[in-house]
C-alpha cells in the first residue's frame, strides 16, 4: 500500500473513531514541529470544520509559535491561541526548592508537557472533541514521550508510522518547508532535540523498527532493545490490585 492510501485510512479511523465516541470533532497541540502539523492537517482532512489546533506556548522558542501559526495560515486551520508561560511560572514557584539540579530539565519538562495535556482536554471538554496525538512509531517504542502528557489522548494516527513515513506524509500534505526541514524538537528547554536527547538517530530508530539492523550496531540495537523494555509501564494500561471477591 502506498503512503498516500494509508493516509487516508488515517483519515477514515479518525472519522470513525469520532463517530463511535458520539463526539463532534478533533483536536491537537500544535507544537511548530512535523508530527503534530502531520496530525492537524489530517484531521482538518477528516472534519474540515470541526477541528481545532492548539498553541500552547510554554517558556517556548519564539520559533515554535511562529511555525506553527505559518502553519494555520497557509491551511487555514481553525486554531485557538493559549498562553501557558504564568500557569507554568506559578507552578514552577509552588514546588520544592530542592529538586536536584540534574532532574530540573525532565521534571519541568514532563510539567510543560502536562500542562498542554490538560488544556487540550478543557478545550476538547468544551467542543466536545476527542483529543489526537501525534506520537511517531519511534517515539512509542521507546517510550520517548511524557507519561499523562503528550500521551494522554484519545487517538493515535501516527503511531504506525516511523519519522521517515513523517517526513514523507509532510510532504504529501504540504506542510511548510520550515517544517518539515528543522531539526526534531519537543523544545521543553533551551537547545532540546529529540536525538540528542535519546542518544539515537531517528534514522537508527526507523532502521530498527523495519528489520534493517545490518547496518546497526550491537550497542544500538541494545539501546533501543533497553529503552523499550524500561517503558513498558507507559503503554500498559493502570496495574489493578487483585479482585476482592470475598466482599459481601
Known sequence: MKLEQYLEQIVKFLQDE??????????????????????????????????????????????????ANNLVKKHKLISQLVNLDEVFLSFKNNLPKNIPSEQEKTIFGNLKSRLRMSTLYTY?????????????????????????????????????????????????????????????????????????????????????????IKKLSDQVQIKITTMHERTQHKRKAIPQAPKWWSRN
Open 18 to 67: 469520532v463517530k463511535k465516541a458520539h463526539a463532534k470533532g478533533v483536536i491537537v497541540g500544535l507544537s511548530g514541529g512535523v508530527d503534530s502539523a502531520v496530525a492537524a492537517l489530517l484531521m482538518k482532512k477528516a472534519f474540515p470544520n470541526n477541528h481545532l489546533v492548539l498553541l500552547m506556548p510554554c517558556q517556548s522558542p519564539e520559533i515554535d509559535l511562529d511555525y
Open 124 to 212: 476538547a471538554q468544551i467542543n466536545n472533541y476527542l483529543v489526537v496525538g501525534t506520537s511517531n512509531a519511534d517515539e512509542w517504542h521507546t517510550g520517548y514521550f511524557t507519561k499523562y502528557g503528550d500521551s494522554g489522548v484519545d487517538l493515535l494516527p501516527l503511531v504506525n508510522l516511523v519519522k521517515q513515513d513523517i517526513f514523507q506524509a509532510a510532504k504529501i500534505l504540504n506542510v511548510t518547508k520550515e517544517i518539515i526541514a528543522r531539526k526534531p524538537s519537543a523544545s521543553l528547554w533551551a537547545g532540546q532535540t529529540d536525538e540528542a536527547e535519546m542518544g539515537l538517530t531517528y534514522q537508527e530508530l526507523d532502521q530498527f523498527l523495519l528489520g534493517d
